[in-house]
């Protein structure tokens, strides 16, 4: 039996590394709002903590699902006696230290929790420079392109600037959309954008730079890294963005997602990059973190003009959590079909699903 807690924070909580934090009000926003999303991809049996016992079960039974978990929902002060014997296993969105002071404050034993070293491994996996690693030991693959490196001081991004003309500037931590600057050789990083390069060097100890991708379509692969040790795969995110944060997700079966994707990249190169990402991550990994993850990938123009063939990054982000990827195969294996987004009327977060 799981514990599911959705926590939207969760990449921001990773960057900051602390027990306690003030979360932005839009992470409490979500929280509040989409607190009861978890029962979307629960089982029957399964637990949701939520702030308000009655809007989430109104808005869960708002989505048209063909088959529907019972699940119960508690808020974090009725976890105690909920939680009260063996068989549970705690599920957020994802693992960081502020997640779990959250269940302690609620009196969960620690033994039920990860340790903060435990802790500290999932957050060195989740930094940015693991899918640097993952991206070079695809080097050489047909079909596939992508250059990505590790920085340690200013000078190094220039250099990289100066090589790759067009790059793209992550810090190792940040939340979808955020940490993330765009910097062309003609224009140089001005000085707002060199301060943000200053500032994450210092506080974060690296940065990571890309060689700009001329995109056609984001996807991901979706992955479950099992008790066993194994990384096995899940299926295929069709996403869209905007601005480089998410936007929505395209709700179909595994075979619809796959035909389309072979209109631009063959099935051999796709199933080899599967394998070659199992088999990484599985290595990388060696049984740190259990649970759903994601990486995030994206077909695109050849860096040389004149080539007619598209190509694929196969890395452009790991995320070592749950993803909205995880919750459209969710709904999909739920029978449904369409555009999942989250939007905002200006007051509150909601999640719809439009045919």
């Given at each position: 039996?799981?514990?599911?807690?959705?926590?939207?924070?969760?990449?921001?909580?990773?960057?900051l590394?602390?027990?306690?934090f003030?979360?932005?009000h839009?992470?409490?926003?979500?929280r509040?709002?989409l607190?009861?999303?978890?029962?979307?991809?629960?089982?029957?049996?399964?637990?949701?903590?939520?702030?308000?016992?009655?809007?989430?079960?109104?808005l869960?039974?708002?989505?048209?699902?063909t088959?529907?978990?019972?699940?119960?929902?508690?808020?974090?002060?009725?976890?105690?006696?909920?939680?009260?014997?063996?068989?549970?296993?705690?599920?957020?969105?994802?693992?960081?230290?502020?997640?779990?002071s959250?269940?302690?404050?609620?009196?969960?034993p620690k033994?039920m929790?990860?340790?903060?070293?435990?802790?500290?491994?999932?957050?060195?996996?989740?930094?940015?420079?693991?899918?640097?690693k993952?991206?070079?030991?695809?080097?050489?693959?047909?079909?596939?392109?992508g250059?990505?490196?590790?920085c340690?001081?200013?000078?190094?991004?220039?250099g990289a600037?100066?090589?790759?003309?067009?790059?793209?500037?992550?810090?190792p931590?940040?939340?979808?959309?955020?940490g993330?600057?765009?910097?062309?050789?003609?224009?140089?990083?001005?000085?707002?954008?060199?301060?943000?390069?200053?500032?994450?060097?210092e506080?974060?100890?690296?940065?990571i730079?890309?060689?700009k991708?001329?995109?056609i379509?984001?996807?991901?692969?979706?992955?479950?890294?099992?008790?066993?040790g194994?990384?096995?795969?899940?299926?295929?995110?069709?996403?869209?963005?905007?601005?480089?944060a998410?936007?929505?997700?395209?709700?179909?079966?595994?075979?619809?997602k796959?035909?389309y994707?072979?209109r631009?990249?063959?099935?051999?190169?796709?199933?080899?990059?599967?394998k070659?990402?199992?088999?990484?991550?599985?290595?990388?990994?060696?049984?740190?973190?259990?649970?759903?993850?994601?990486?995030?990938?994206?077909?695109?123009s050849?860096?040389?003009?004149g080539?007619?063939?598209?190509?694929?990054?196969?890395?452009?982000?790991?995320?070592?959590?749950?993803?909205?990827?995880?919750?459209a195969?969710?709904?999909?294996?739920?029978?449904?079909?369409?555009?999942?987004?989250?939007d905002?009327d200006?007051?509150?977060?909601?999640?719809?699903?439009?045919?």
């Amino acid at each position: 039996m799981q514990i599911h807690f959705f926590n939207p924070d969760h990449d921001i909580a990773l960057a900051l590394n602390q027990r306690r934090f003030a979360t932005p009000h839009v992470g409490r926003q979500m929280r509040s709002d989409l607190g009861y999303i978890p029962a979307l991809w629960a089982e029957d049996g399964d637990v949701v903590v939520v702030e308000d016992i009655d809007a989430a079960e109104l808005l869960y039974k708002r989505h048209k699902l063909t088959s529907r978990a019972r699940v119960e929902f508690v808020t974090t002060e009725q976890l105690e006696n909920t939680v009260s014997g063996d068989g549970y296993r705690f599920a957020p969105w994802g693992w960081n230290k502020s997640i779990r002071s959250t269940f302690l404050d609620a009196k969960i034993p620690k033994t039920m929790l990860p340790s903060e070293q435990q802790l500290d491994s999932i957050r060195m996996l989740s930094n940015r420079a693991l899918a640097v690693k993952l991206l070079s030991s695809m080097k050489g693959m047909q079909g596939v392109i992508g250059l990505s490196a590790v920085c340690n001081s200013p000078e190094e991004v220039k250099g990289a600037l100066k090589l790759h003309k067009d790059i793209v500037v992550k810090a190792p931590w940040s939340s979808s959309g955020r940490g993330v600057r765009y910097i062309s050789i003609d224009d140089g990083p001005n000085e707002n954008v060199q301060k943000w390069i200053n500032n994450t060097l210092e506080k974060q100890g690296s940065i990571i730079v890309e060689k700009k991708c001329r995109k056609i379509q984001d996807f991901a692969m979706e992955f479950q890294a099992k008790t066993d040790g194994k990384v096995v795969y899940d299926g295929l995110s069709l996403f869209t963005t905007k601005n480089g944060a998410y936007t929505g997700n395209i709700l179909l079966p595994e075979d619809e997602k796959e035909e389309y994707l072979h209109r631009y990249l063959s099935p051999t190169l796709l199933d080899e990059v599967k394998k070659q990402i199992e088999a990484f991550l599985t290595k990388e990994i060696n049984g740190a973190y259990t649970g759903p993850l994601g990486v995030d990938m994206m077909i695109c123009s050849p860096w040389e003009e004149g080539t007619s063939d598209v190509v694929l990054n196969p890395c452009i982000e790991i995320n070592m959590r749950r993803t909205m990827g995880h919750v459209a195969l969710a709904l999909t294996r739920r029978g449904q079909r369409g555009i999942m987004s989250i939007d905002y009327d200006g007051k509150n977060y909601r999640l719809h699903i439009r045919q």
